[in-house]
């Protein structure tokens, strides 16, 4: 039987429905370009919806919510809404999410009219796409002036680790597909010290698991803040989480009884329930057949790309995890609207140089601008202001008396260089100093302006008020490790 074939011709594609393509996708649309998005998978949002970003954080979120964490400076150390909390538990809150959420995601491309097609998409050549269906004998190619790749990555999968999704896990752990587990570990191995190890390291420390981390290298995340980073490795400490850093992976089993167990170099054998392997991502394109139009590959596959996410072939542009760092959801949010923009002649303001960072560690940190570390540098002069969640209302009130705000702002102009939170609604407040900081605003700002009381926004003053005082030398602390007030 011969295969019925039918080509389609628009305007823009999006190869991949995460936050780049979706983005994307959707901005062409609303500039009035024929749009479509091609989906591999059964369902729209990408890794990022199904396996990675939401699930994740709905996981945290059911876990500090039946962990009770913040209550317990009121209530006890004891004291939790679930005496046990289970797999099902969490589970139910992240599939009520992913179902909420891919309507939503569905309702926007039907109401601004973008196809979608579940297909695996390969180059025939520049302008030219074939699709291929999942129980289709038809044959689909699409034909489009512009075409963006964004179709994320994977979870690094070596090869001689025998992955079964019971006791040995890739970088997807419960929210792959392919998982068999239904409990919770009492241990668990995390290899890998990145945003998504410590994040899951964080999360089942908090639920009272055994966690241990593994890391190849001593110094990690590297790109935070150092006393931000040495204020959430001292929280982690006192949740249990041990730390193993410095010591080459040699080799990951099953044991016969069931463990997962871990071989290192220059260190005893480590065994646990389980094992998440959170060493990296690789970005998804081994099927798409780059070959045939010549885009030039980087470092570790990622596609290279210009300022507005154009690759080397002029009518072909790449955003999201497939080009590498920081590879996050909102940043790969930006880039495909971004790269859509510039394809359809849309003007747009680049504010990349105040990009925000959201890692959702418990307790959450986020970031906008300069570190002291970079700023020590570039030799730029600066000063601190720093305030704790302990001075704060809120802070007190919420139970999270351990978080902290700090902002780095240059002595002579006072222009704020950088802004860093740890603590509870990090990812929400770090917005305030990332507009003050996009409108060129000063440390001024902060002591000038009313903030709502009690709110966590209060630390913005307190933190001004400290950074002021201390180019006088009249600052009650000169770093966020200060434990107690001086």
């Known amino acids: 039987m011969s295969k019925n074939v039918k080509t389609l011709e628009y305007d823009f594609v999006c190869i991949g429905s995460g936050p780049a393509g979706k983005n994307a996708a959707m901005q062409a649309a609303k500039a009035g370009k024929r749009v479509a998005i091609i989906e591999r998978r059964k ?158 390291a964080c999360m089942f420390a908090t639920l009272g698991i055994q966690v241990t981390v593994v890391n190849e290298k001593e110094h990690i995340m590297g790109y935070l803040d150092g006393d931000i980073f040495h204020l959430l490795k001292r929280h982690m400490l006192n949740l249990g989480v041990r730390f193993i850093l410095g010591h080459k992976v040699q080799a990951v089993k099953r044991s016969n009884d069931g463990h997962a167990q871990l071989e290192l170099e220059g260190h005893r054998p480590i065994r646990a329930d389980v094992l998440h392997y959170a060493l990296g991502r690789e970005p998804c394109i081994n099927s798409l057949r780059l070959d045939r139009v010549g885009i030039e590959l980087g470092k570790r596959n990622h596609i290279l790309v210009n300022r507005t996410y154009q690759t080397n072939v002029e009518n072909i542009y790449a955003a999201g995890d497939v080009i590498g760092f920081p590879s996050l959801a909102s940043a790969s949010a930006e880039q495909g609207r971004i790269a859509a923009c510039h394809a359809v002649g849309i003007e747009w303001t680049d504010t990349r140089e105040t990009f925000p960072f959201g890692i959702y560690t418990i307790p959450a940190i986020s970031m906008v601008g300069f570190t002291e570390e970079d700023l020590k540098k570039k030799e730029v002069p600066y000063a601190t202001g720093i305030a704790f969640y302990r001075e704060i209302a809120k802070g007190v009130m919420m139970g999270d008396e351990a978080g902290a705000l700090k902002i780095l702002f240059h002595p002579q102009t006072r222009e704020v260089l950088g802004v860093h939170c740890i603590g509870d609604q990090a990812p929400e407040i770090v917005h305030i100093g990332q507009a003050v900081m996009g409108l060129g605003g000063t440390i001024d700002f902060f002591v000038n302006n009313i903030f709502n009381y009690p709110t966590y926004a209060e630390a913005y003053k307190v933190a001004a008020l400290n950074g002021i005082n201390s180019l006088e030398g009249k600052a009650t602390y000169s770093s966020l490790l200060d434990v107690e007030p001086q």
Request: with cysteine.
């Open 43 to 200: 369902h729209i949002g990408g890794v990022s919806l199904h396996a990675g970003t939401i699930p994740s954080k709905t996981m945290r979120a059911a876990i500090l919510y039946l962990s009770g964490l913040y209550q317990k400076s009121f209530y006890g150390k004891q004291y939790s809404l679930k005496t046990k909390i289970s797999l099902k538990d969490i589970r139910y809150r992240v599939e009520r999410v992913l179902e909420e959420e891919t309507q939503v995601l569905q309702d926007q491309m039907n109401r601004n009219g973008v196809d979608v097609f579940r297909g695996q998409a390969e180059f025939l050549d520049k302008h030219t796409l074939k699709v291929t269906c999942k129980g289709s004998k038809d044959e689909l190619t699409i034909r489009s002036e512009t075409i963006l790749i964004a179709t994320g990555s994977i979870p690094r999968r070596p090869t001689d680790i025998p992955f079964d999704y019971q006791v040995l896990f890739d970088g997807n752990l419960f929210f792959s597909n392919k998982t068999k587990r239904r409990k919770l570990p009492d241990s668990i191995i995390v290899v890998g010290a990145g945003v998504i190890g410590m994040e899951y």
